[in-house]
């Protein structure tokens, strides 16, 4: 049997995008080996809390939820980075964002298992998961939380696998010079694309379908999990605007983390050309509004609360505001949005570095919001706040469990940006051509009418 | 057994929400096998090995 010819379409930024994969380096299998350890660590803490059950964990009556659980929510946050900028600009129009969407994809991809490995964390055992589905009921909350989260990883697979084809199909047919089996495997993923322009067709359109879908699953998979939270009539929870407050923070969050993880990649990988300042710039926009919105929230909460002064409520209210949690409470404030809305309106206009940092405050805000959101309420129950009053202090069999679940998202992001392109080759190929008349003659044969009438559009707008 | 009583049973009996969720699953996973191997057999029945010289 012939083989087709293939065809891929060309990227000026092909050399450096690809250059990754040619070499595993000492620095990787340092930094690779330093997160096995942790993981090693994690995974000994688990195997404890296995043996003795849970009672090794802070977690006592009435306070069921600890960090696992805040785990959980932090990580469903950051899983939506990768839709927001991918699915959601997409169905925007926005073009910048199209160098940004893998990387961001991929900290969806690597932190929904984590998401649910801090969920059977939380459960003690198990195989207690099984329950859900052997004995699965409509009334509870779980359920649809497990529907939803499912459904979010699968799908969240599918889109980053499809989006990546045209990519693995490159590297098996340029690369040479790496080990038989990593090109075994690229030919096995590849799946046997050609890059006919009929598939780029069908991609695209795919694509867009579940662009669609996915902004849908992103709004259902947040509110639902917070819903957990608000389908209970516990102070501080049961709010109307737990759903939306949810998904704004975890986009806010997810953003942040795209940038971190870009500064990293554009500075180990030497990657500056390809991920130029303007497109940090235009995610500085997006999270200055995220900020502001995260305050609205925040206020709109906490006035609600005030003003309402139900004894039950206003008990959890002070203790965030002045009581055991203020610190907490406090620290969370001025570093979701007090000090990144400083840097990201007066340091951060080109200037990566600040941009980071702000970016590393917000996600170190966002794990201690999600913290402040669940446990205080446990504290201070509806039933027994005048009671009964729970502490809570985490030990160390959770914290090294949390450390492993961030060890090994990391792991998994940093081992697969040496196996595959993180940049997408085929979709930054148009935009990133020099000679405008050869890519505009090629685009036609290669993708056909529709798409090349969608880009004079574009262009024609783009003059006026 | 009335409908209304079929209709109740489903949501407040333990089971039939492991079943949706495997069911959703399941469709998802159909639709997006069927929806790759459309894409992939985009053009196929007019290769032409000159069309990129």
Known sequence: MVRQRTFHPENVHEESILAPIYKISSKDLLLWSGLLIILGVGAYAYFQQLISGLGVTGMNRPIYWGVYITNFVFFIGLAHSGTFISAILRLAG??????LTRAAEAITLFSLP???????????????????????RFQSPLIWDITAVSLYMFSSVVFFYLSLLPDIALIRDRITGIPKWQHRMYEILSLGWQGRSQQYHRLEKVLDWMAIFMTMLVVTVHTVVSWVFGMTIQPGWHTALIGPFFLLGAIYSGTAAVVIVLAILRRVYQMEEALPIDLFNSLRKLLIVFSLGWIYMMIAEFLTIFYGNIPEEMEVFWQKFTGDFSVIFWGMTILVFIIPLFILIVKGKNNIRWMVIAGVLINIGMWLERYVVIVPTETRPRLLYEL????????????????????????????FTRFFPIIPLWETAESLEEDEQKVATRRQRIFGQRIQSRIKKEHDHANQ | MPIS????????????????????????????????RWILAGGGEEQDSDRFN
């Open chain 1, 94 to 99: 926005a073009e910048w964002r199209k160098p």
């Open chain 1, 114 to 136: 984590f998401a649910v490995a801090s969920i059977v964390a939380d459960m003690g055992r198990p195989e207690l998961v099984l329950n859900m589905v052997i004995y699965g």
């Open chain 1, 388 to 415: 009964a009053q729970g502490v809570y202090r985490p030990t160390w069999v959770e914290w090294a469990i949390t450390l492993a679940l961030f060890a090994g998202m990391i792991l998994l992001y940093a081992i």
């Open chain 2, 5 to 36: 009583e079929l209709i109740r049973s489903f949501f407040v009996t333990s089971g039939p929400g492991g079943v949706v969720v495997v069911f959703v699953i399941v469709i998802a996973a159909t639709i997006y096998y069927l929806l790759t």
